[in-house]
């Protein structure tokens, strides 16, 4: 086995695709403001629809439901664990950083202390057709957060 | 100056069977598939998509640039007799290598814009465009087009946007869970109201061959048009426009050896002189006055400004190619690879094959799924091991949701493509299930 395809897919990542945290998409409690966003990928049918709760600035709740590669699904699980009970502007700064990462094609390190689980993606940066794909859930927060501040 | 490049493949005995031996000869033809990725030797299973190109064709593109290169149809210097030669030259090879007349093949960008260019012309007669002569190919309210659940969205998207131009209505032949035609549909779908069939030759998905001889028998009953989408059945088995009784045809350069940006239209002659132009401008004319103009007859009347006169010459030399290797004897190598794609596949746990069973007829690619591993990580685990692949919906949204799938990953052969490659692509995908820890 290459060793640059278990640098892609690391165990983390295959676990997270599995295990799925944050999925199925659930009912907004009504506690606070909800917003929505549903993303796809027209490449490979990727898809993602996430339910963001915003309460007191802070991400309250988060849920989706998706369809797609192993990167894409594992890259929303991590996604759930690491933003829940942040301030909305710090969730909005971490997207930046991912997003800044994986299109630096290999040439930004992820820095742990900041991107936690996250930074295993960082192999896709070497990967530029799948960055899209790990990137898919944090987009679909993204526009969930801008849905919810309006 | 005669100017058609010479097929350089070293010809077999014409009839003998071809073996992995012929196909390593004619490997060195084509300079990339000695490419290394990832420090493996390419496996090459994207013909589908895209071919690759032998030398011959290469050469014939580089050779025009250096030896002939001036815009065609007018001016009366050496190098733009010499360029129309060659140009007018490749256009009788393409045109012999599907059994058509000269006069019978336009050039086009592509498959996609050879149907759109029919689709234009069908809206334009509807409008009243090129009067009484054009009548057969009008379209309006009450009238429909007619396609399959199987198609690309190239013989999709401009058949929709066709019907909602004129008030047509779009209609489909369904597929069975299997994928295949539900021929039994057809006879009710296709009705006097009809006046385009239009279905894919051999699908890009599923492998098979659609019963063109029944189709275009109901079309004719119904007096309506028929249109062949070819792009997976001219570069890979023998198409004569004659004998399948097709009003059109289209096929794409790029998927048989030839370079982007060139693809043809074939349409019976009265046909194509009867038809409104789509696209309209300069080389297209007889006489132009400020108020109107007047067009030549096919195929010039639908080939207006400056055309790819390059990659029409590298066509022409890769029609000669295929000719001289002799497609007879290419579509018995590739439906034996397709075979043996499939009964490898069927024997790996947890992998569906779409399309023909083992043992029915199928051209040389299988579209699979495997079972919990996503399309694209699929294609990933496979270009780790430099084995190029196509992952996705391959343009055909509607068969894969039919087929209730997303994405799914397709291996295609050509020419070129050896019993090891597809043997190599079978042991890697054995490997998957076990990588990504599908259960």
Known sequence: ?150 | MTVVATPVTLTPTPGAAMTDAEVHRIRNDFPILGTEVNGTPLVYLDSGATSQNPLSVLEAEQEFYEQRNAAVHRGAHALAVDATDAYEDARAAVAGFIGARTDELVWTSNATEGINLVAYAMSNAALGRGGEAARRFSIGPGENIVVTEMEHHANLIPWQELAARTGAELRFIPIDDDGALRLERAADVIDHGTRMVAFSHASNVLGSIAPVTELVGLAQAAGALTLLDACQSVPHLPVDVKALDVDFLVFSGHKMLGPTGIGALYGRRELLNAMPPFLTGGSMITTVTMERAEYLPAPNRFEAGTQRISQAIALGAAANYLHETGMERIEDWEMRLGERLVTGLDAIAGVRVLGPAAGLPRIGLAAFDVDGVHAHDVGQFLDDKGIAVRVGHHCAQPLHRRLGLTATTRASTYLYTTTHEVDTFLEAVAQIRAFFGAR
């Open chain 1, 1 to 150: 086995m290459g060793s640059d395809l278990e640098q892609l897919y690391q165990q983390i990542i295959l676990d997270h695709a599995r295990a799925r945290h944050g999925s199925p998409l659930q009912d907004h409690t009504g506690e606070g403001v909800m917003g929505e966003s549903h993303q796809l990928n027209p490449v490979c049918g990727d898809e993602i629809t996430l339910r963001v709760g915003v309460r007191d600035g802070a991400v309250s709740e988060l849920s989706w439901d998706g369809a797609g590669c192993a990167i894409s699904m594992a890259s929303a699980s991590v996604l759930t664990e690491l933003v829940q009970g942040l301030p909305r502007d710090e969730v909005i700064s971490l997207v930046d950083t991912f997003r800044e990462v994986l299109r630096s094609r290999g040439r930004i390190e992820a820095d742990e202390e900041v991107l936690g689980d996250a930074a295993a993606f960082a192999g896709v940066s070497r990967y530029p057709a799948r960055v899209k794909c790990a990137m898919l859930g944090w987009v679909a927060l993204e526009e969930s957060l801008l849905a919810a501040n309006t």
